[in-house]
């Protein structure tokens, strides 16, 4: 009974390290994405490109279904919409809201493709009837790894909302001669990342529950660090 008691414990507190680890590792990727912003966009540009080819291929050597691999390399065209005004994004724009749009069905419709085990019925009482080659766990994993989950991935930990920097802080701010000759300080974009602003969000949200519960973590806050 303990046993299988410390077990259930052990498996909460592994989830829980593993998603902070994944949040960490997030949070270091995007803060280097946004320190080097245009050799991302040329990386994303080249393998947007190249999973264009790959399915291409897919389709000529391996006979994917043609349906699907041309609304899957449309996909992959409004994806490269994303990367106009790369790293800024809004959330609200359309080009963005239809590659969130786009993902699911195409992970939705490939994963259908991958699991349909049906006999066409005109081979239904065929005897001779050979059925299609089912591809392996292996396959399937790396097909959505690299053609369906890859490049949104990417995207997403590499896209910035953008915010306008307060004219208080010294590198927040460009000058811009006014009508007397002097320097008038002008808000500029700021790139903060897209997995920034979720990790802060979220950590805003548990020092505000720690607070409910009595937890007084203002003096901490500068300790943790995700």
Known sequence: MILQALSYVGTVLGFLFLTLSIAAGLYYISELVE??????????KRTIYA?????????????????????????????LRNLKHFPFISLSSPTFLASCVLVGLNHYLWFRHFNDTEVPPQFRYDPNYIPRRRASFTEVASFFGVCVWFVPFALFVSLSAGENVLPTTTAGFSKKNDEFGGETPQ?????????????DSAREYFYIAARVFGYDNHSQRGRLVV
């Open 187 to 199: 808000l500029r974009k700021k790139a903060t990342g897209l997995v920034r602003v979720v990790i």
């Open 35 to 44: 320190e080097h912003s245009e050799p991302t966009k040329r990386f994303l």
């Open 51 to 79: 999973i264009i080819c790959l399915y291409v291929l897919l389709l000529v050597l391996d006979s994917f279904p043609f349906k699907l691999s041309i609304f899957s390399i449309a996909s992959y065209v409004v994806y």
